[in-house]
């Protein structure tokens, strides 16, 4: 079991903004997840894994691919607070899932 987030690369994210994100799509794809999987996911310690997405379109992409699939999924728009404009999208989470399940979603993408 584990979790992917996507962050974007293409809107000049400060890495504490980025944590949050990250933090904020992990928490809504948890809770979009059937409550079996978020059992089975804490109890394999929540693998988690921050990817590199350099497009909002390409976000959009994989959540529909997520969608597809079945996965549980977040997209995060900022609420322009800060750094961003309101409404920006800043990360995707998929899963928690089986490894593979994510993988056929984002395997395909680099490590933040």
């Keep these: ?8 690369t293409d809107i000049g994210m400060g890495e504490g903004k980025l944590a949050a994100q990250a933090a904020h799509a992990s ?5 979009d997840a059937s409550e079996r999987a978020r059992k089975k996911w804490q109890g394999e310690g929540q693998k988690k894994v921050v990817l590199k997405g350099d497009s909002e379109s390409r976000l959009f ?7 597809r699939e079945g996965l549980p999924y977040a997209i995060v728009r900022d609420a322009g607070h800060t750094q961003l404009e309101p409404g920006t999208v800043t990360a995707l989470a998929v899963g928690p899932a089986r490894d593979d399940s ?4 984002t395997g395909d993408l680099s490590l933040y």
Excluded: P
């Design 1 to 8: 079991m584990k979790q992917a987030i996507v962050a974007r």
């Design 27 to 31: 928490l809504s794809a948890y809770q």
């Design 61 to 67: 992409e994989l959540a529909d691919k997520a969608d």
């Design 102 to 105: 994510v993988d056929r979603v």
